[in-house]
């Protein structure tokens, strides 16, 4: 099949690698262009690790490039860029094509559908809870692909279009896919914000230093403690919407074969087991400039919409706006935009499970 890939950092790089050793075509999309520029002159895309070869993947230099011809339309990039993406991708994606969001947060599902029933048009957008891989950009022209996940959760808008999203999916990257529900479910089963919120907290002066630190090593017992108690309130939305999601234990034991112990005890565990995984050496990082406007922001949402006390993702946002001297909250343009917080929980159950009506329909 033919991919087009939106976004060229390390999971895009490594997506690239991993559908190209499998026999797919996949075609890249920087939006500045300056990530593909090296790959656009001729250079082979060369990856170490899980995945190890070089590779030649088309390199697009618009949008529409990327989408047009299209089986499938793979969204990976940070959630800070989702909707500039999606906003870029929308007028160019046709009937019989299907986008993966690559990992879905704040709901993002909704505001391409919102655009796609605009133009008349609904196709299956499936939502990923994470990505697929965990990769490493080394350069311009190289991915070191650390893990390919054994289970990755997923759901598809509408939820009518599940069986093919799902089979698309496993088409691309094995049988490593597990259904849920619908995005709202895979909205809440993103466990990365309440991750990255306990570790990046709790080493903030290692990464603002640029120190040369190890993730796993330094999720010792009380920032495990931190962690599972910031997915406690995850797991109280997710029970009052009546969606089945994992814990945070579950997804560490599913993602790499350990028991389901506390957190702490499966980091020492994981430490003897697994290739070294530096920490940010920058506080310019996703784990919070991506994960607490677009992750805990949603949470936020969603607890406040269903009177649950959230005062652990509270603190979180209003520490780390704190510590970066702006309002972290106000980053995100996608829930907004989606109009989420003016929903009930009916209207919000409604569009995820038949997404937006067109205006034929309306």
Partial sequence: MRIGIIGAGAVAFGSAAVLAQSGH???LWSPSGRRTAE???GQPLTSEGVVEGTFNPTVATTCAEAVAGADVILLAMPTNGHRAAMDAMAPHLAAGQVVVI???????????AKLLAERGLSIPIVAWSTTVLRARQRSLTSVKIA??????DIATL???ESERGLQTCVALFGERFVQRADVLAIALSNVNPQSHMALALCNLTRM???EDWGQTENMTDAVGRLLEAIDAERLAI??????????MREHYSLTYGVPDAPIGETARLLVTRTERTAGPATIDTRYVLEDVPFGLQQNLVLGR???????????GMAIFSALYGRDLSAENDLLPAIGVQEMSVAMLNEIVEHGWKTPAMA
């Fill in 158 to 160: 509408p939820v009518s």
């Fill in 305 to 315: 919409m269903l009177g649950i006390d959230m005062r652990l993702h509270e603190a």
């Fill in 208 to 210: 603002e230093r640029g």
């Fill in 238 to 247: 997710a029970a009052k919407l009546g969606r089945n999601v994992r814990t």
């Fill in 147 to 152: 893990t390919l996940r054994g289970k990755v």
């Fill in 102 to 112: 690559s990992s879905h947060s704040s709901l993002g599902a909704l505001y391409l």
């Fill in 25 to 27: 075509q996949p075609v």
């Fill in 39 to 41: 790959l656009a002159k």
